[in-house]
C-alpha cells in the first residue's frame, strides 16, 4: 500500500523533494494561498514549526492558485512574501493544483487516505493534513481549523 513516503514534488525552487526523507517524521501538508482570508494561518503554522521541528514535524506548504486566483504569484513572489509578511522557515513547494485532471499526485494521494466530510475534493485554502511517522494514519482538518488547534493531534503524533 502507498504511503507518503512514495511520492516526489517540486519544491518552490524547481529542485526534486523526494518524500521519503521523511520516513519516521510527523508530516502536515497544507495548501496555503497569499491572498486569502485565512492567511494569517502562516503564523500559526511557522510557531508550530518552530516549537516542534527537532522533535519530528515537518510542515510543507503547497501553494495553490485554484480558489478565487487567491495564490497568482510566482513561486519566488510566494516565498518572498511568506517570508517578510509571516517569518516562514518551513518547505514552501511549487504551486500546484489540489484538484481536478491536473492535481498533483500528493493530493490525489492525501484526498483518497482521508476523505473530507463532504466527499474527497480540497473545499478551499489551508486545507490541512497531518501524516503519522509511520506514514499510514493521516487526518484531514478544514481550513476553519486554526494550527494551534491541531497541537494536541501534534503532540499525540510525535509520541
Not at 65 to 82: K, T
Not at 105 to 120: D, I, Q, R, S, W
Amino acid at each position: 500500500m502507498a504511503t507518503i513516503y512514495d511520492f516526489k514534488a517540486l519544491d518552490n525552487k524547481g529542485k526534486e523533494l523526494d518524500f521519503a526523507q521523511f520516513e519516521g517524521k510527523v508530516l502536515m501538508i497544507v495548501n496555503t494561498a497569499s491572498k486569502c482570508g485565512f492567511t494569517p494561518q502562516y503564523d500559526g503554522l511557522e510557531a508550530l514549526n518552530k516549537k516542534y521541528k527537532d522533535q519530528g514535524l515537518v510542515i510543507i506548504g503547497f501553494p495553490c492558485d485554484q480558489f478565487a486566483h487567491q495564490e497568482p504569484g510566482s513561486d519566488e513572489e510566494i516565498a518572498e512574501f511568506c517570508r517578510l509578511n509571516h517569518g516562514v522557515t518551513f518547505q514552501l513547494m511549487s504551486k500546484i493544483e489540489v484538484n481536478g485532471k491536473n492535481a498533483h499526485p500528493v493530493y490525489e494521494y492525501l484526498k483518497g487516505a482521508a476523505k473530507g466530510t463532504f466527499g474527497n475534493a480540497i473545499k478551499w485554502n489551508f486545507t490541512k493534513f497531518l501524516i503519522s511517522r509511520d506514514g499510514q494514519t493521516v487526518k484531514r482538518y478544514a481550513p476553519t481549523v486554526k494550527p494551534e488547534d491541531m497541537e494536541k493531534d501534534i503532540v499525540e503524533m510525535l509520541g
